[in-house]
């Protein structure tokens, strides 16, 4: 369900609908040709949802016997979603996959509303960390990079990622970015140089002042800091503070959670200092265009991979796309990283900041952050063998609240497995899809109850829809699962079992026909935690395709499950594990 109110007018509908009306028919016509003018996102924020710049339009869509109100949105709005680059000194462990996994299924659930998604994620490859990490196995930072970030690159097929590119801060593409970038903002006098001494933690790459070190150690990793002394050129990071807090206060939902936005505010309110942006003393990093003898600060060449792969500084038709970035996901350790440095430099340069800076909590084992040192490090692959991605999948998105820490258990992971996909998905899926090739000869059969369910599914729909803007992804898959539930109950309820055994068919045909239905509608909302699962399932209801090609708002509609489509059983989706 596509509307174009560039192209159209009056606007085009799809058939499948039945009936759609503009909250306000005169915006079509005002919208038609603009694109980001305030005027467009204003009107987003006033539809409510979703605010983005291109047009947006309060609907009311009738399809079938529902009708939902929500947002019509005109073709293919850019999105882009980002990971942290990951430093690949080390193996890729689940606190990485745990962000990815939630960007993905960020970028799935837009694509499900028809945006044009951009979902980058890759590795940091420069920086002491990185060439001290070299120097230990007696070989080059490259050759270190080129076999560690390889590992990073597996977590996609892994974990089912949907990432649209992977960035390494090596390639070419990024080394000219982040020359161009840094060249703007020092032509616009925003770095000078100067002489830096200070406390440096390598593992953070970054310095920290006296009364942030405890006992002689980084706060962060609890390892002790070094003094460094060097001629540095320096980012003037204090002009900013002004200019930041204003920005956070036009735009309170720039930095998530609340409590997040709070920590940066009361930063920023401290004062900010500038900060040293190049090194000399080492070599591994990329070259000041205007003084190659120093290489830039690792996270000054690092952030600018959120412009780089988007065409900064080669393609900017392309780059005024896609930026500013919808999000940035990152974990609450380089929150101060993306919520202060970040977008001062991005003023500096000239460029608009980014739409939102989600940072979620530490995913902790044993109640402690996992880290080289602590070797209490779990690689995603240990658990995909044995959970499968999407049960990996499911758990790091459903487990526990995207926001605060959370501890991760084994024991926890089998026993939530078992209830949540064994048992809930997995029966609900497999007792229907039975009694369905049983009792109505493997078709969907023709009858349709129009029960409880259509109530359950509006409010599934309205309830992961609302959750998911504020990426409460256990609240919004949770209103799947309560689907789910609804649907187990109903058939506990009506047992069609009893209705066949009677000799009615009919009666049969239409609560297995309800049941069908709402398990289009769970294999099509679940998609975005567990994609294999959810394509399984639709092959197996006799639907074309996959979930993934389909279209929200219209596709969540009750009612589009064709009768006669040929029915499957197939093997448990989710087979129980014994603890
Ligand atoms: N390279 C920088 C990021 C640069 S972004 C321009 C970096 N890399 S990192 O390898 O240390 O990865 C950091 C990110 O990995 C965190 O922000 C977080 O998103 C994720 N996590 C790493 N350990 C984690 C946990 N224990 N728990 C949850 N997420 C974790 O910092």
Redesign the pocket.
Known sequence: MILDLREDDPPRVDEDLDEITLADPEHATHLRGQHHSAELIDLARHAGRFQRALPIERAEVRVGLVQFVGIVGAMSHPFYVT?????PNDLP????A??SVAADALARWRRLWGDDVVFLTGT?EHGLKIQRAAQEQGISPQELVDRTSEGFRDLTPLLELSNTDFIRTTEARHTAAVQAFLQAIYDRGDIELGTYEGMYCVAC?AYYTDDEIVDGNCPIHGRPVERVTEENYFFKLSRYADRLLEHYAAHPEAVQPDGRRNEVLGFIREGLRDFSMSRTSLTWGVPLPWDPEHVAY??SD??V??CTAIGYGVDRARFDRYWPADYH??????LR??AVYWPSMLMAAGEALPRCVFA?????VGGD???KTAANQIHPSELVAQFGADGFRYHFLVDQRFGPDGDFSFEAMVARYNADLANNFGNCASRVLNMAVSYCDAKVPDEREDGPLVAATVAAFEGITTALERLAFADGFGAVWELIRATNSYIEDREPWKLHKAGDGAATGAVLGDCLEALRVIALLASPVIPAAARQLWRRLGLEGAPEDQRLPAAAAWGQLAPGLPLEKGAALFPRIDS
Not at 93 to 96: F, K, L, Q, T, Y
Not at 329 to 334: H, T
Not at 360 to 364: D, P, S
């Open positions: 990971t942290p680059i990951y430093y462990h689940i606190g990485h745990y962000t940091d790459e690792v996270w690092a952030l991979n959120y996901v990152i974990g609450k350790d380089i990283f993306h979620h909590g530490w995913l902790l952050k996992m880290s």
